[in-house]
């Protein structure tokens, strides 16, 4: 019998020493994989953007000095006017809303 615990012994022992083996070969593959990785993101070339920033810079510097300011004799307060109608057409469907929503008994 002593023999049959030796042998079983054994073999437990002979799957735990393959189990490691498999495990610290897994551990170098994934080490492997990381420094693939890490080598291809260092080699990648940073860009120089200077040349791009500068054209916008050019482009605001532009801007800053337009006068947006125009003189001529069209009148524009219609536009305020029209403005307030979509407003208060808006204020009227949000109250219909409301209305809606305190109506009703399940809310």
Same mark, same amino acid.
């Given at each position: 019998?002593?023999?049959?615990?030796?042998?079983? $012994?054994?073999?437990? %022992?002979?799957?735990?020493? =393959? +189990?490691? =083996?498999?495990?610290?070969?897994?551990?170098? +593959?994934?080490? %492997?994989?990381?420094?693939?990785? @890490?080598?291809?993101?260092?080699?990648? /070339?940073? *860009? $120089?953007?200077?040349?791009?920033?500068?054209?916008?810079? #050019?482009?605001?510097?532009?801007?800053?000095?337009? $006068?947006?300011?125009? #003189?001529?004799?069209?009148?524009? $307060?219609?536009?305020? /006017?029209? &403005?307030?109608?979509? #407003?208060? #057409? @808006? @204020?009227?469907? *949000?109250?219909?809303?409301?209305? &809606?929503?305190?109506?009703?008994? @399940?809310?």
């Amino acid at each position: 019998m002593a023999s049959k615990f030796n042998i079983k $012994d054994q073999l437990a %022992g002979i799957a735990a020493l =393959i +189990a490691a =083996i498999v495990a610290i070969g897994g551990g170098f +593959a994934k080490y %492997g994989e990381i420094s693939t990785k @890490l080598a291809e993101i260092e080699s990648r /070339s940073i *860009q $120089d953007y200077s040349a791009q920033i500068a054209v916008i810079e #050019e482009k605001v510097a532009g801007l800053e000095g337009v $006068d947006s300011s125009h #003189e001529h004799p069209v009148n524009h $307060d219609h536009t305020k /006017s029209l &403005v307030n109608a979509k #407003e208060i #057409e @808006l @204020l009227k469907v *949000q109250i219909e809303e409301i209305k &809606v929503a305190t109506s009703n008994p @399940l809310q």
